[in-house]
């Protein structure tokens, strides 16, 4: 890195500093506890307005469509928010990463001219993509897209929807020649979720909350001008989108993990008992806490690396894998280390700040959602599938026909 | 030595797994979380099989039959403290005992109209008064502070090693279940065109989590005939059953959940459940740590006796 862009990042640092001194609410993890659905909602999109104004919102989309932060500049940002605990854009994440990658990727003028303003203006997406057959083998998808003139007619069950309650839209993959190879039949289609047809029901964690769905989607009617790259070929547009945005968004993450989250566990581990002790104190807890540490600034130097490797086009085939494996990991190790550190009482918190990172001092909510983690988006055993037979060359697992 | 169940306390295991089904089974437990007063349902059931009768330290038999019932209530998570009735002391007018450590007991005892004593490690006795639930069941699992009220009577090494040792029974119970229950799905889930358990990736974690499970399964045995044989290590050998028990359940647990997928942290699935019900076992009276801590303050530089110990005792 040149000494001139050494001086003008750190110009932006300041900048960026500056701005989250004056906006980052004062109070929110308190005020964001507990609080209903549509308080949620409007907490988070007020804050997108905010980001928005100060360019922050979608630094990482061209700049003609109001993005065009360097992936230098982007680092420094998600770095600087998360220092300054910075509220998290969690309803507008597919939004502004899946959707938009989509579009820019893969969807006509039309459908960007349409969809980037409006995401910019509020315009919530989900993604609906895992079917109750199809999880990590997303392929074998049976809701079907039967087309009649300019209109697809859509029927099928999606599960795993998150989000999929404040949604105005919906990423949608949906089997269109059901007599073809099964990665060869799928299309990719925008649906608006206004569209008559469409049941969402909750469905109750564990946890108490109900953050997915389930989609029942019957009879229901998708113009063709929504459908998102060719017929068929809405596979090979998931692959495209799923991975490219990965290094920036794994690197906020991690960034948060490192402030965020480890000082929360720091936090916890400070806090007298009711003996009087201190889990600080023990020279156990002492270990753990630095191997920790040592792992997630590993983790943080992997995701800078990745983001650079991307901008330079260095990026091998699975780095992306081996970042989202070391996260989901190391993430379900710290979450379980601080609920093992706050005990029995920790298990009776069970309302964390909804705007917050994976981890947010809730601890034992915070490991169970780790497995938000080590499951979705490719779980954490088809990951290693994807490093050993794409990274180290090593034999496909023997298909054991029926 | 003989760590295995007699036939008779194993024949009345399975009456007893039987008995809770045939009441509900699974539904027990969600019956009562939605309507604590329907805590009591499983007490009738267990009552018509003669738990409440049983004197563990009484009898060899009635012993194993104990640790037995315990077993058949883990699996189906039974919201009732089986384990704490049947370790009621003979000497005192209570209808069960828990063992309690640290300044703030705590135990799953909340919404009974019973009577208990305390017992902590070191072997002091106390009555407790089980304070009202503050929260809802579903968050607290029915674990709720206790006031305890001191007692002088001290009680016996057998009696906190028979409430640590049936606790664990309980607790082997739900892994057993936890075990049938991904076995299971991991057979009939198909994706890529086969079941999971084809993939040699899954079976090596079912396998791993399997193997600790059979571990506390005959550490579960050994720590029984200890209290069976009256050694001066009983305590020590429960704490250290404690101990695997718990490591044990996280690695089941977490395999358990990672092959489930999303589906195992939804209410719909028993494993849902049985994870959340587990909590209290797993950390009461102490959780891993502690319980490390404890043996090996206990223990100091001297091992443990476990099965060589030169006596050679029935072995």
């Given at each position: 890195?040149?000494?001139?862009t050494d001086t003008d990042l750190e110009a932006f640092r300041a900048e960026v500093r500056n701005w989250c001194r004056a906006n980052v609410p004062a109070g929110?993890?308190?005020?964001?506890?507990?609080?209903?659905?549509?308080?949620?909602?409007?907490?988070?999109?007020?804050?997108?307005?905010?980001?928005?104004?100060?360019?922050?919102?979608?630094?990482?989309?061209?700049?003609?469509?109001?993005?065009?932060?360097?992936?230098?500049?982007?680092?420094?940002?998600?770095?600087?928010?998360?220092?300054?605990?910075?509220?998290?854009?969690?309803?507008?994440?597919?939004?502004?990463?899946?959707?938009?990658?989509?579009?820019?990727?893969?969807?006509?003028?039309?459908?960007?001219?349409?969809?980037?303003?409006?995401?910019?203006?509020?315009?919530?997406?989900?993604?609906?993509?895992?079917?109750?057959?199809?999880?990590?083998?997303?392929?074998?998808?049976?809701?079907?897209?039967?087309?009649?003139?300019?209109?697809?007619?859509?029927?099928?069950?999606?599960?795993?929807?998150?989000?999929?309650?404040?949604?105005?839209?919906?990423?949608?993959?949906?089997?269109?020649?059901?007599?073809?190879?099964?990665?060869?039949?799928i299309s990719y289609f925008l649906l608006d979720m206004r569209t008559p047809g469409i049941d969402v029901r909750p469905i109750r964690q564990a946890t108490g909350?109900?953050?997915?769905?389930?989609?029942?989607?019957?009879?229901?009617?998708?113009?063709?001008?929504?459908?998102?790259?060719?017929?068929?070929?809405?596979?090979?547009?998931?692959?495209?989108?799923?991975?490219?945005?990965?290094?920036?968004?794994?690197?906020?993450?991690?960034?948060?993990?490192?402030?965020?989250?480890?000082?929360?566990?720091?936090?916890?581990?400070?806090?007298?008992?009711?003996?009087?002790?201190?889990?600080?104190?023990?020279?156990?807890?002492?270990?753990?806490?630095?191997?920790?540490?040592?792992?997630?600034?590993?983790?943080?130097?992997?995701?800078?690396?990745?983001?650079?490797?991307?901008?330079?086009?260095?990026?091998?085939?699975?780095?992306?894998?081996?970042?989202?494996?070391?996260?989901?990991?190391?993430?379900?190790?710290?979450?379980?280390?601080?609920?093992?550190?706050?005990?029995?009482?920790?298990?009776?918190?069970?309302?964390?700040?909804?705007?917050?990172?994976?981890?947010?001092?809730?601890?034992?909510?915070?490991?169970?959602?780790?497995?938000?983690?080590?499951?979705?988006?490719?779980?954490?055993?088809?990951?290693?599938?994807?490093?050993?037979?794409?990274?180290?060359?090593?034999?496909?697992?023997?298909?054991?026909?029926? | 030595?003989?760590?295995?169940?007699?036939?008779?306390?194993?024949?009345?295991?399975?009456?007893?797994?039987?008995?809770?089904?045939?009441?509900?089974?699974?539904?027990?437990?969600?019956?009562?979380?939605?309507?604590?007063?329907?805590?009591?349902?499983?007490?009738?059931?267990?009552?018509?099989?003669?738990?409440?009768?049983?004197?563990?330290?009484?009898?060899?038999?009635?012993?194993?039959?104990?640790?037995?019932?315990?077993?058949?209530?883990?699996?189906?998570?039974?919201?009732?403290?089986?384990?704490?009735?049947?370790?009621?002391?003979?000497?005192?007018?209570?209808?069960?005992?828990?063992?309690?450590?640290?300044?703030?007991?705590?135990?799953?005892?909340?919404?009974?109209?019973?009577?208990?004593?305390?017992?902590?490690?070191?072997?002091?006795?106390?009555?407790?008064?089980?304070?009202?639930?503050?929260?809802?069941?579903?968050?607290?699992?029915?674990?709720?502070?206790?006031?305890?009220?001191?007692?002088?009577?001290?009680?016996?090494?057998?009696?906190?090693?028979?409430?640590?040792?049936?606790?664990?029974?309980?607790?082997?119970?739900?892994?057993?279940?936890?075990?049938?229950?991904?076995?299971?799905?991991?057979?009939?889930?198909?994706?890529?065109?086969?079941?999971?358990?084809?993939?040699?990736?899954?079976?090596?974690?079912?396998?791993?989590?399997?193997?600790?499970?059979?571990?506390?399964?005959?550490?579960?045995?050994?720590?029984?005939?200890?209290?069976?044989?009256?050694?001066?290590?009983?305590?020590?050998?429960?704490?250290?059953?404690?101990?695997?028990?718990?490591?044990?359940?996280?690695?089941?647990?977490?395999?358990?959940?990672?092959?489930?997928?999303?589906?195992?942290?939804?209410?719909?699935?028993?494993?849902?459940?049985?994870?959340?019900?587990?909590?209290?076992?797993?950390?009461?009276?102490?959780?891993?740590?502690?319980?490390?801590?404890?043996?090996?303050?206990?223990?100091?530089?001297?091992?443990?006796?476990?099965?060589?110990?030169?006596?050679?005792?029935?072995?």
């Open positions: 890195m040149s000494p001139a929110w993890r308190g005020a964001q506890t507990g609080v209903s659905d549509d308080e949620f909602v409007s907490f988070q999109k007020a804050w997108f307005q905010q980001l928005r104004r100060a360019g922050y919102a979608v630094p990482h989309w061209p700049a003609e469509w109001g993005g065009g932060l360097s992936s230098a500049q982007q680092m420094v940002l998600y770095q600087e928010l998360a220092a300054h605990d910075a509220p998290r854009l969690v309803l507008a994440f597919v939004s502004i990463h899946h959707a938009a990658s989509t579009l820019l990727a893969a969807g006509t003028d039309e459908q960007r001219r349409r969809h980037l303003p409006a995401i910019l203006d509020g315009e919530i997406w989900c993604q609906g993509f895992s079917e109750p057959e199809a999880g990590s083998d997303l392929a074998a998808l049976r809701t079907t897209a039967r087309r009649h003139g300019d209109t697809f007619v859509v029927n099928g069950q999606k599960v795993w929807a998150s989000g999929a309650l404040h949604a105005d839209w919906c990423l949608l993959l949906a089997r269109t020649d059901p007599d073809a190879p099964k990665r060869r039949g909350e109900s953050h997915f769905c389930e989609m029942f989607l019957t009879d229901v009617e998708i113009p063709a001008a929504d459908l998102v790259g060719p017929e068929n070929a809405g596979w090979q547009v998931a692959q495209e989108t799923l991975s490219a945005e990965r290094g920036m968004t794994m690197l906020e993450l991690a960034e948060r993990l490192g402030h965020a989250g480890f000082g929360w566990l720091l936090d916890a581990c400070a806090r007298p008992r009711p003996d009087g002790g201190r889990p600080l104190d023990d020279p156990v807890v002492q270990d753990r806490l630095v191997e920790l540490e040592i792992e997630v600034t590993a983790l943080r130097r992997m995701c800078r690396h990745l983001v650079e490797r991307h901008d330079t086009g260095g990026a091998g085939p699975v780095d992306a894998s081996i970042v989202k494996l070391h996260y989901s990991e190391v993430l379900q190790r710290l979450t379980d280390f601080g609920a093992e550190v706050v005990g029995l009482p920790g298990q009776t918190v069970l309302r964390k700040p909804v705007s917050s990172g994976w981890e947010s001092g809730a601890w034992v909510l915070d490991f169970i959602s780790s497995w938000e983690w080590t499951i979705p988006g490719g779980s954490s055993e088809i990951q290693r599938t994807i490093i050993g037979e794409r990274g180290l060359g090593l034999p496909r697992e023997p298909a054991v026909g029926p | 030595m003989n760590i295995d169940l007699t036939d008779e306390a194993q024949e009345y295991g399975r009456t007893a797994e039987r008995a809770i089904e045939a009441a509900g089974g699974d539904a027990l437990v969600q019956r009562a979380e939605a309507d604590p007063a329907r805590r009591g349902d499983a007490a009738a059931v267990l009552g018509e099989l003669g738990a409440w009768d049983l004197d563990p330290l009484g009898s060899d038999d009635e012993l194993e039959a104990a640790a037995a019932l315990c077993r058949a209530a883990g699996r189906w998570a039974v919201p009732y403290p089986v384990a704490e009735r049947l370790s009621r002391p003979g000497d005192l007018h209570v209808d069960g005992l828990v063992v309690v450590a640290g300044p703030a007991p705590e135990a799953p005892l909340a919404g009974l109209d019973l009577r208990w004593a305390t017992i902590d490690l070191d072997g002091r006795c106390g009555m407790a008064t089980p304070r009202p639930l503050s929260v809802p069941a579903r968050k607290a699992a029915f674990v709720t502070g206790l006031d305890l009220e001191p007692l002088d009577e001290g009680g016996s090494p057998a009696a906190v090693a028979l409430g640590l040792v049936l606790g664990c029974w309980t607790l082997l119970g739900m892994l057993d279940r936890a075990m049938e229950l991904t076995r299971a799905y991991v057979v009939e889930r198909h994706q890529f065109g086969q079941p999971l358990s084809r993939f040699q990736g899954v079976q090596f974690q079912l396998t791993d989590a399997e193997v600790e499970r059979a571990g506390v399964e005959e550490l579960a045995g050994y720590a029984l005939w200890s209290i069976e044989g009256q050694r001066p290590d009983a305590v020590e050998d429960a704490l250290a059953l404690r101990l695997a028990a718990v490591e044990a359940a996280e690695v089941v647990f977490r395999t358990c959940h990672q092959l489930h997928g999303a589906i195992g942290f939804c209410d719909e699935t028993a494993l849902s459940w049985l994870s959340r019900y587990s909590q209290p076992l797993r950390r009461l009276p102490l959780g891993a740590a502690a319980t490390r801590d404890e043996l090996s303050r206990r223990l100091g530089r001297r091992p443990l006796a476990g099965l060589f110990d030169g006596t050679g005792a029935g072995w």
